[in-house]
């Protein structure tokens, strides 16, 4: 009988759903640039011709309709070409990691300890510490449960071929990429320090997989790559950013108007906060919100939500942070300049400090990638965060691959796998940022990391039994391992998808706005 890691993994045959959503709504969107270029080599055509047979009526081309026509096909064609030009700009936008070897080695021990025992974060230290002066792992047994989950966890980076495929120049050419996100050379090109590491790291990994990876590589298991791998970017009109800025442009006037917010920037930050009245930090006010969207069309997805959450608090300041890079903002200055870890960790502090919010701490409510600066900042500044808020996160449980494989290399099946990848994943802005600045050590969140994590009045994690892009079950039970209890810290929804806790009119949203409006007093 074959184990979980060597089962093969299930191909989905491209649904009904699929072709329906790429006739009905892809295709035509994709279609209308080569179509604006047929429409001007067409006009201009007919514009510098003198004669034509009788059958051919040319005078459809003074027509108003026809030259309104031309001039959004003349918009649509230079768009083109100015999509084109910032595509070769991404693709050539690569960036080395700047890297900690000791913080990576210690980063590596705290992933293979992950799955081993159920602890709380006072034991897993001591064990992280016995674990630094042995230097290496006890090597599982190969037919231990615990060596063969991770086994089936860790081969997802290896196009989910049987474990049993996976060679040593693979998992090596992994874990190169995954330290030094650079392709790797071969072992006899490191210098001693960087191959001593390396194997270190190898051996590591052995122990936990519970055997030898064997000698040689396997064409069918190439890993996946992010930063190294081809970046995949579909192109798509001019109109739809348009909308798609127009959308934000309504919904930020809209705030002004109907809940007094106003914008502003702190550097290169740009923001909408809206603030009650006479509210003033203190130990017993309520703590501020901060919000950190996910990928898509910034703010606009989550306008419903927004307007929810305004009415729910109040009584206290809520702060909504633009990521132009991430929110399909083409127009934007920053749109292909997303802010790296250092970056957004101190312009954000520096931005809480100057609103005066640092001293007694802020609630962060983070959607899905806005959960990576939300770990960013519980990693940096812990003391700022009063209250942590994830909902679809996507920093746990990093190492095992699901959420690069679904959200990149997963190739879309149905009607939502493709307009995700389509309208959100292929994305020039949104492709950069993924696909060319991927860290999973930085976007590695442990739990042990968390302030108060274990009580659910200050850490509440909401997930999606039907979530197609974080492996839901999987954190959870990762969470469960270090002590969360389900129905408390975690709110379970065994059948919600990605995004519907905060962006539909759920049970699950009523109960995130009511968990953000409880008023807990600040812990010095």
Sequence with gaps: MLTQDEVPRPTHPRSLSFYVAFVCIVLPLYSLAPLAWLYVAAFTAAAFTTTSPQWIDLSWTSHFLARVALVYACIEVVFSLY????FHLVTNSFLPLIVDIHVLRRCLIRVLQAGLVQTTPETLEQEMDKFEKQSIFEALPFDDPRAVDFRNCLRTWFRGVPFSEIRRADVYAWLYWATYGLPFPGLKAL???????????????????????PEGSNPDARPYL?????????????????????????????????YSAREGSFGDMEYIISAPEGWNPSPSSPAPIVFLHGLGVGPLQYASTIKDLLRAVPDRPVLIIRQPSISQDIFHRNHLRPMDKQDMVNTLHGLLESLGWTEHGVTILSH???????????????????????????????????????????PPHDAITLLMRYFVGCEVGIAQTIQC????????????????GHD????????????????????????????????????????GRHGEAILTNSKQIEEVLAWLAADVPHKA
């Design 226 to 258: 992010l930063r190294l791998d081809p970046i995949s970017v579909w192109a798509r009109p001019f109109v739809l950013y348009a909308l798609v800025g127009l959308g934000n442009l309504w919904l930020r006037r809209h705030l002004a108007r109907a």
């Design 437 to 452: 600045r991927f860290n999973w050590a930085e976007n590695t969140l442990f739990f042990e990391d968390i302030p108060q």
């Design 368 to 410: 899905s990638n806005g959960s990576i600066p939300h770990a960013w900042m519980v990693k940096e500044h812990p003391q700022v965060i009063r209250r942590s808020c994830f909902v679809d996160p996507v920093v746990f449980t990093t190492w095992e691959g699901d959420v690069c494989h679904n959200f990149v290399y997963r």
């Design 191 to 213: 210098d001693e320090v960087h191959r001593a590491a390396l194997q270190d790291a190898m051996q590591l990994l052995e122990y936990r997989v519970g055997c030898e990876i």
């Design 83 to 86: 999509h084109f030009y910032i």
């Design 456 to 495: 659910p009045r200050f850490a509440r994690f909401y997930l999606g039994g039907m979530d197609s892009i974080v492996a839901s079950a999987r954190v959870k039970r990762y969470l469960m391992d270090h002590g969360v209890q389900d129905g408390e810290g975690i709110m379970w929804d065994a059948t």
